[in-house]
């Protein structure tokens, strides 16, 4: 308890010291090292990693140095992207940056992740177009997302003579893109709507025609999807092949409520007590009820990660963690990320609606508590990510996610209860 203690308060510093001036002469340093000197700087994108560590992405403007250190005079300022890490990771791939905050920090310039040694072939242009582009024309290539050291999405649009394709390209740790293209592989013969693949990886990137149809979310935003079935996306669930659960085990969000209650009184320490009496709560309840057996899930069920076409599921993503589990935490997955859209955008303005449709037809086949406990777990997981959205507000938003976590202990033990 002392250690985990001791280390709760170590990444409180990290995240504290991140968001602070005083990073500055850190990276100062760093971009001197290089060759640049530090004009200015901007936080763009803070992760905690409970038991791990602490990440900022930094945008800073720098100009060349003159071989005494001094600016250049007639250096044109550039714009660089520089990550520091409290993460431990490989000495040959980072920069040491010297220590800090009681913390020992590595740092890189972007792309160059350390662990993610394909994201800079992926953010290459010339080699996205000959690799992945069928022999068209590349006409525009984006971050989709990137958490540092974890992994990455970028999009591609390539031009042809069948007009315009999109290629998503998954940027994944050292052997993990080969595996996700096994469970595609898998999926696809088991008639699971994944995106095709576009062959194997080629330095950890799995590249992936884009999916069918539109992202569940939207539907949900403009009429909380009141033409999905909730059938039909339990009959996704229904068609996972069982030769999922000889694949190795990932934990449930819910397996984690200890770490992300503490990533949530970091990012809301005037809410720390609050929080620990949820996660206490949480954790009796999680030990005392049915999970149910284990059988093949997807592991990251939710709106995001399903594609909506003429009112059926047409398309199921982000499969990384499909493998053996439990039912009802996918169902959890699912309520969790629903019930916290109106702290995401303000037009998510039918999701009670939504709610109370799919909680009365998952509620059906599983332990009802179980369901409830789990759900209010997986939005617990989601309050220091409001951290993460950009919004100037993301405070008023994580207590918003704590409040639907805490509401979410509540939902019916039948579909009648609504």
Not at 283 to 290: K, S
Not at 326 to 338: Q, W
Not at 368 to 378: G, H, T
Request: charged residues 20%.
């Amino acid at each position: 308890m002392r250690n985990g203690a001791h280390r709760d308060e170590a990444e409180r510093r990290q995240v504290q010291y991140l968001s602070s001036r005083a990073v500055h002469s850190r990276l100062a340093e760093v971009l001197a090292d290089h060759g640049h000197h530090l004009l200015g700087a901007r936080l763009v994108d803070l992760q905690h990693r409970p038991g791990a560590g602490a990440t900022g992405i930094f945008r800073v403007r720098a100009s060349s140095s003159s071989s005494s250190g001094a600016p250049a005079r007639a250096s044109e300022p550039q714009e660089l992207y520089l990550a520091l890490t409290a993460e431990a990771v490989p000495e040959d791939g980072a920069l040491q940056a010297g220590e800090d905050a009681d913390a020992t920090w590595s740092a890189w310039f972007h792309p160059h992740d350390p662990l993610l040694t394909g994201l800079a072939l992926a953010s290459d242009p010339e080699s996205v177009a000959s690799l992945w582009g069928g022999g068209g024309t590349l006409i525009d290539l984006q971050t989709v997302s990137y958490r540092p050291l974890r992994r990455a999405v970028l999009r591609a649009v390539v031009s042809g003579e069948g007009g315009q394709r999109t290629v998503f390209l998954k940027v994944m740790r050292p052997g993990l893109a080969t595996r996700l293209h096994y469970r595609h592989t898998l999926l696809a013969a088991a008639g699971v709507p994944v995106p095709a693949v576009l062959g194997p990886p080629v330095a950890d990137v799995l590249a992936l025609e884009q999916g069918e149809g539109e992202v569940l979310a939207a539907a949900i935003m403009a009429d909380g999807a009141s033409h999905v079935d909730p059938a039909a996306v339990l009959g996704v669930l229904d068609r996972m092949p069982n030769e999922l659960v000889e694949l190795p085990r990932r934990d449930a969000w819910s397996d984690r409520t200890g770490d992300y209650g503490h990533a949530a009184a970091t990012a809301l320490p005037d809410q720390a007590r609050r929080i620990r009496s949820l996660v206490e709560h949480l954790q009796r309840q999680l030990d005392g009820t049915d999970r149910g057996p284990v059988v093949p899930t997807h592991g990251d069920f939710y709106e995001a990660n399903l594609l909506v076409s003429q009112h059926r599921i047409s398309g199921v993503l982000d499969i990384d963690g499909a493998g053996p589990g439990h039912r009802v935490d996918d169902l959890a997955c699912f309520l969790g990320h629903l019930a916290v859209l109106p702290a995401v955008d303000h037009g998510y303005v039918h999701v009670d609606q939504a709610l109370r449709r799919f909680h009365s037809v998952f509620v059906a086949g599983v332990d009802p508590a179980a369901l409830a406990c789990r759900s209010s777990a997986v939005a617990l997981s989601l309050v220091a990510g409001a951290r993460d959205s950009g919004h100037r507000d993301w405070e008023s938003s994580a207590r918003q996610r704590l409040d639907i976590a805490e509401s979410l202990l509540d939902l019916p033990q039948s579909a009648a209860g609504w």
